[in-house]
């Protein structure tokens, strides 16, 4: 990265594109921001200006970033970066953030994402592939493990069902075949082994050639408290996560080399950030999933504890330069708790005014489903913002965001009570 003051445009306007312009907005080696869309919260973010253009118009973001100079495009949600919005700005002469179509088929195609974990070695749940009912629904009879049915391709977060019974799988496989439910992301189906223990979201910058891990992250998936519910895009994370220390050394073996050994190799050809999402079973890793994007709540969580500015770390991912870049760390834990409509994730909320109160400084208000209309902040999406609380142990950085959370206030908001839940007793019983 050249010294002079960069102009950037991020792409996407949920909590992770939040987090990313509140970062980067406070860069030292920035000089202009743009959201394109952004939100309500981006919209008041000193130092960015949100653009009125889709995430899915190619032609005007390139339009716009060619006309304002822009430096980096910075793409956040995972929709785009299949459709090829990499491809397309890069021809256009654009530096941009983010895997090329191909590479992004990690997250886009489940398939072809377990048929590159075997290749690479990379450490994953038994599965089958099927494009039809009968011959899935089968395997999973044979198969006990075999409860957790995925749509192959991209599904808006909801083309995952974790299943108790056989009777599960079938209205599962019934959902997407037979009814379509997701269209042609459900052509073909994962049947996958179901593992139980603790999820740990794990990111990668990646340059083409090298890796630089950053810190891991627990999601929240279910809906509701206990881990009953639906699965939603996240309801809540914390950071760091003391799983990973203890299984750190097989985490490394069995998912982190291989990745390491395949871009060395050219097995895998991929730049931005690599999303893996890993359950530990009985003391070994598994990897769950690729994303080919930054996570969302994790996003909100972690880059709160990033001390070092991330703007040098993102243009280094384009310039195969990685490997001269240190992040620092805030010794400190976070604690990001997601409020959602009441009727999340089968609904969503739209014109509700938000009413919100100061918060603390070590309490971060990151908006997702917002909007200013008439300078009144509405809601406008099914999870509608989120507040990360920082501390010096998870219980404090849990306790200070749900307590600035209850300063915040719209028609329905609802919440996960119990995010990091488990870890703080852990903590207390020890
Ligand atoms: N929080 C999970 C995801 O971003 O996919």
Not at 158 to 176: F, M, R, Y
Not at 190 to 213: H, N, Y
């Given at each position: 990265m050249s010294d002079s003051k960069k102009i950037i445009l991020i792409v996407g306007g949920g909590g992770r594109e939040h987090a990313l312009a509140w970062k980067i907005a406070?860069?030292?080696?920035?000089?202009?921001?743009?959201?394109?869309?952004?939100?309500?919260?981006?919209?008041?973010?000193?130092?960015?200006?949100?653009?009125?253009?889709?995430?899915?118009?190619?032609?005007?973001?390139?339009?716009?970033?060619?006309?304002?100079?822009?430096?980096?495009?910075?793409?956040?949600?995972?929709?785009?970066?299949?459709?090829?919005?990499?491809?397309?700005?890069?021809?256009?002469?654009?530096?941009?953030?983010?895997?090329?179509?191909?590479?992004?088929?990690?997250?886009?195609?489940?398939?072809?994402?377990?048929?590159?974990?075997?290749?690479?070695?990379?450490?994953?749940?038994?599965?089958?592939?099927?494009?039809?009912?009968?011959?899935?629904?089968?395997?999973?009879?044979?198969?006990?493990?075999?409860?957790?049915?995925?749509?192959?391709?991209?599904?808006?977060?909801?083309?995952?069902?974790?299943?108790?019974?056989?009777?599960?799988?079938?209205?599962?496989?019934?959902?997407?075949?037979?009814?379509?439910?997701?269209?042609?992301?459900?052509?073909?189906?994962?049947?996958?082994?179901?593992?139980?223990?603790?999820?740990?979201?794990?990111?990668?910058?990646?340059?083409?050639?090298?890796?630089?891990?950053?810190?891991p992250c627990q999601d929240h998936k279910r809906r509701f408290d206990k881990d009953a519910g639906p699965n939603t895009g996240g309801m809540g994370a914390y950071s760091p996560v003391p799983a990973y220390h203890r299984y750190r050394d097989a985490i490394e073996s069995d998912i982190i080399e291989p990745i390491r050994r395949a871009l060395a190799n050219g097995k895998l050809d991929y730049k931005g950030v690599l999303f893996v999402g890993i359950l530990i079973e009985d003391g070994k890793p598994y990897t769950l999933e690729f994303n080919a994007r930054f996570g969302d709540p994790e996003t909100q969580t972690f880059l709160p504890r990033l001390k070092s500015d991330l703007v040098p770390a993102l243009f280094a991912c384009c310039e195969g330069t990685l490997d001269q870049i240190e992040l620092e760390w805030d010794s400190r834990h976070s604690c990001c708790v997601v409020a959602a409509a009441r009727s999340y994730p089968a609904g969503s909320s739209k014109g509700k005014p938000i009413e919100t109160g100061a918060l603390d400084e070590d309490a971060i208000l990151f908006q997702a489903g917002t909007a200013l209309e008439g300078g009144t902040l509405v809601t406008n999406g099914g999870r509608v913002l989120s507040v990360t609380g920082l501390g010096d142990t998870i219980e404090a950085a849990a306790r200070k965001a749900y307590d600035n959370l209850t300063r915040i206030r719209f028609e329905d908001m609802d919440y996960r009570r119990d995010i990091a839940g488990r870890v703080i007793a852990r903590c207390q019983s020890k």
């Open positions: 406070s860069s030292p080696s920035v000089s202009r921001l743009y959201c394109a869309p952004g939100n309500g919260g981006t919209a008041t973010l000193a130092g960015n200006e949100n653009v009125p253009i889709a995430v899915s118009a190619f032609d005007e973001i390139a339009d716009f970033a060619l006309s304002k100079n822009v430096d980096l495009v910075v793409i956040g949600p995972d929709n785009p970066l299949a459709d090829g919005i990499v491809d397309y700005l890069e021809q256009r002469g654009l530096k941009c953030f983010g895997p090329r179509a191909a590479a992004a088929r990690l997250e886009s195609s489940k398939a072809y994402a377990k048929e590159k974990m075997t290749a690479m070695g990379v450490a994953t749940a038994g599965y089958g592939v099927f494009d039809n009912k009968t011959e899935a629904l089968e395997y999973a009879r044979k198969n006990n493990r075999a409860r957790v049915v995925k749509a192959d391709g991209l599904a808006f977060g909801k083309g995952v069902t974790v299943c108790d019974t056989i009777a599960e799988v079938e209205s599962a496989l019934a959902q997407i075949f037979d009814e379509r439910a997701f269209g042609e992301a459900g052509d073909l189906v994962l049947v996958e082994d179901r593992l139980a223990g603790e999820e740990l979201s794990l990111f990668l910058l990646c340059d083409g050639k090298s890796i630089l891990e950053l810190v």
